[in-house]
Protein backbone atom coordinates (compact mmCIF):
# COMPACT_ATOMS: atom_id res chain seq x y z
CA UNK A 1 0.00 0.00 0.00
CA UNK A 2 1.49 3.84 -0.94
CA UNK A 3 0.05 6.64 0.93
CA UNK A 4 0.63 9.94 -1.13
CA UNK A 5 0.10 13.32 1.20
CA UNK A 6 -2.00 15.81 -0.87
CA UNK A 7 -2.36 18.20 1.71
CA UNK A 8 -0.36 20.34 -0.37
CA UNK A 9 -2.28 20.11 -3.41
CA UNK A 10 -5.72 20.26 -1.45
CA UNK A 11 -4.27 23.59 0.15
CA UNK A 12 -3.09 25.31 -3.16
CA UNK A 13 -6.81 23.93 -4.80
CA UNK A 14 -8.52 26.22 -1.94
CA UNK A 15 -6.04 29.05 -2.59
CA UNK A 16 -6.75 29.29 -6.07
CA UNK A 17 -10.47 28.84 -5.94
CA UNK A 18 -10.31 32.22 -3.31
CA UNK A 19 -8.31 34.10 -5.63
CA UNK A 20 -10.41 33.26 -8.35
CA UNK A 21 -13.67 34.54 -6.14
CA UNK A 22 -11.82 37.83 -4.18
CA UNK A 23 -10.68 40.76 -5.31
CA UNK A 24 -6.75 40.69 -4.22
CA UNK A 25 -7.01 44.99 -3.32
CA UNK A 26 -9.81 44.64 -1.15
CA UNK A 27 -10.64 40.63 -0.16
CA UNK A 28 -14.16 41.54 -0.99
CA UNK A 29 -15.77 39.50 -3.49
CA UNK A 30 -14.81 40.19 -7.11
CA UNK A 31 -17.55 40.89 -9.87
CA UNK A 32 -18.32 37.56 -11.11
CA UNK A 33 -18.78 35.89 -7.47
CA UNK A 34 -20.67 38.97 -6.15
CA UNK A 35 -23.43 38.23 -9.17
CA UNK A 36 -23.14 34.65 -9.19
CA UNK A 37 -24.38 34.67 -5.24
CA UNK A 38 -27.14 37.67 -5.91
CA UNK A 39 -28.51 35.42 -8.74
CA UNK A 40 -28.58 32.40 -6.52
CA UNK A 41 -30.41 34.46 -3.92
CA UNK A 42 -32.90 35.08 -6.89
CA UNK A 43 -33.85 31.83 -7.21
CA UNK A 44 -35.16 31.98 -3.48
CA UNK A 45 -38.25 34.64 -4.37
CA UNK A 46 -36.67 36.98 -2.27
CA UNK A 47 -37.01 40.63 -2.60
CA UNK A 48 -33.47 42.67 -2.41
CA UNK A 49 -32.00 45.84 -2.97
CA UNK A 50 -28.60 46.26 -4.72
CA UNK A 51 -26.40 49.70 -3.74
CA UNK A 52 -23.61 50.55 -6.06
CA UNK A 53 -21.35 52.85 -4.16
CA UNK A 54 -18.22 55.18 -6.34
CA UNK A 55 -16.18 57.06 -4.96
CA UNK A 56 -15.96 60.72 -6.71
CA UNK A 57 -13.04 62.93 -7.33
CA UNK A 58 -9.97 60.69 -6.68
CA UNK A 59 -10.10 57.74 -8.96
CA UNK A 60 -6.30 56.86 -8.46
CA UNK A 61 -5.98 56.96 -4.92
CA UNK A 62 -5.21 53.11 -3.58
CA UNK A 63 -6.22 53.81 0.32
CA UNK A 64 -9.01 54.93 -0.50
CA UNK A 65 -10.32 51.95 -1.92
CA UNK A 66 -8.80 50.07 1.06
CA UNK A 67 -10.46 51.90 3.85
CA UNK A 68 -13.83 51.74 1.81
CA UNK A 69 -13.74 48.22 1.61
CA UNK A 70 -12.82 48.32 5.60
CA UNK A 71 -16.05 50.04 6.22
CA UNK A 72 -18.10 48.00 3.70
CA UNK A 73 -16.95 45.17 6.25
CA UNK A 74 -17.29 46.99 8.88
CA UNK A 75 -20.84 47.80 8.42
CA UNK A 76 -22.44 44.96 5.81
CA UNK A 77 -23.47 41.90 7.73
CA UNK A 78 -23.88 38.16 6.39
CA UNK A 79 -27.11 39.23 4.54
CA UNK A 80 -25.37 41.19 2.27
CA UNK A 81 -23.54 40.61 -0.78
CA UNK A 82 -20.03 43.62 -1.24
CA UNK A 83 -18.06 43.18 -4.23
CA UNK A 84 -15.87 45.52 -5.77
CA UNK A 85 -16.78 46.29 -9.22
CA UNK A 86 -13.30 47.77 -10.49
CA UNK A 87 -11.62 50.77 -10.10
CA UNK A 88 -13.76 53.17 -7.42
CA UNK A 89 -16.91 50.91 -7.81
CA UNK A 90 -18.41 48.53 -5.17
CA UNK A 91 -21.65 46.78 -5.03
CA UNK A 92 -23.57 46.42 -2.40
CA UNK A 93 -26.45 43.22 -2.42
CA UNK A 94 -28.84 43.39 1.04
CA UNK A 95 -31.60 40.75 1.34
CA UNK A 96 -32.99 41.11 4.84
CA UNK A 97 -35.09 44.19 5.54
CA UNK A 98 -33.44 45.40 2.41
CA UNK A 99 -34.37 48.98 1.54
CA UNK A 100 -34.13 50.43 4.67
CA UNK A 101 -31.37 48.60 6.31
CA UNK A 102 -29.56 48.95 2.64
CA UNK A 103 -29.60 53.11 2.78
CA UNK A 104 -29.02 53.02 7.00
CA UNK A 105 -25.76 51.03 6.22
CA UNK A 106 -24.68 53.43 2.80
CA UNK A 107 -25.38 56.17 4.90
CA UNK A 108 -23.06 55.44 7.54
CA UNK A 109 -20.39 54.27 5.03
CA UNK A 110 -20.71 57.66 3.22
CA UNK A 111 -20.66 59.72 6.71
CA UNK A 112 -17.59 57.73 8.46
CA UNK A 113 -15.87 57.42 4.76
CA UNK A 114 -16.56 61.45 4.10
CA UNK A 115 -14.86 62.27 7.89
CA UNK A 116 -11.63 60.40 7.27
CA UNK A 117 -11.40 61.59 3.84
CA UNK A 118 -11.65 65.29 5.31
CA UNK A 119 -8.76 64.10 7.58
CA UNK A 120 -6.34 62.92 5.99
CA UNK A 121 -6.67 64.84 2.70
CA UNK A 122 -8.42 68.45 4.15
CA UNK A 123 -7.60 70.01 0.40
CA UNK A 124 -9.73 67.73 -1.27
CA UNK A 125 -13.59 66.67 -1.37
CA UNK A 126 -13.60 63.29 -1.76
CA UNK A 127 -16.88 61.54 -0.99
CA UNK A 128 -18.79 58.35 -1.88
CA UNK A 129 -22.11 58.36 -4.16
CA UNK A 130 -24.20 55.65 -3.88
CA UNK A 131 -27.37 54.49 -6.30
CA UNK A 132 -29.78 51.96 -5.53
CA UNK A 133 -32.35 50.10 -6.92
CA UNK A 134 -35.54 47.53 -5.32
CA UNK A 135 -35.60 43.94 -6.91
CA UNK A 136 -38.70 43.43 -8.75
CA UNK A 137 -40.42 39.99 -8.65
CA UNK A 138 -38.64 38.28 -11.96
CA UNK A 139 -36.00 40.72 -12.27
CA UNK A 140 -33.04 39.83 -13.34
CA UNK A 141 -29.42 41.04 -12.21
CA UNK A 142 -28.93 43.12 -15.48
CA UNK A 143 -32.28 45.10 -15.11
CA UNK A 144 -31.65 45.49 -11.56
CA UNK A 145 -27.95 46.09 -11.65
CA UNK A 146 -29.13 49.20 -14.74
CA UNK A 147 -31.64 50.48 -12.14
CA UNK A 148 -29.04 51.02 -9.84
CA UNK A 149 -26.47 52.48 -12.26
CA UNK A 150 -29.28 55.24 -12.90
CA UNK A 151 -29.78 55.86 -9.53
CA UNK A 152 -25.93 56.27 -8.99
CA UNK A 153 -25.53 58.94 -11.91
CA UNK A 154 -28.32 60.94 -10.52
CA UNK A 155 -26.46 60.49 -7.02
CA UNK A 156 -23.05 61.26 -8.95
CA UNK A 157 -24.59 64.83 -9.86
CA UNK A 158 -25.38 66.08 -6.79
CA UNK A 159 -21.93 64.08 -5.45
CA UNK A 160 -21.84 62.54 -2.07
CA UNK A 161 -25.75 61.48 -1.97
CA UNK A 162 -27.61 58.04 -2.37
CA UNK A 163 -30.29 57.89 -4.88
CA UNK A 164 -33.03 54.86 -4.85
CA UNK A 165 -34.34 54.30 -8.27
CA UNK A 166 -38.10 54.83 -8.13
CA UNK A 167 -40.14 53.30 -11.29
CA UNK A 168 -41.46 55.79 -13.67
Not at 106 to 126: H, R
Amino acid sequence: SIMTDVSDRIERENQLIKEAQLDPLTGLYNRKRAISLIEADFLKEKSGTLYICDVDNFKSMNDTKGHLAKLIRHYADENCVTARLGGDEFMLYFTEDAEKKGADVIGKIQKEFAIAMKTSNPDLDITISAGGALRNAGEDFKDLYKKADTALYLAKKEKGQLKIYKEQ
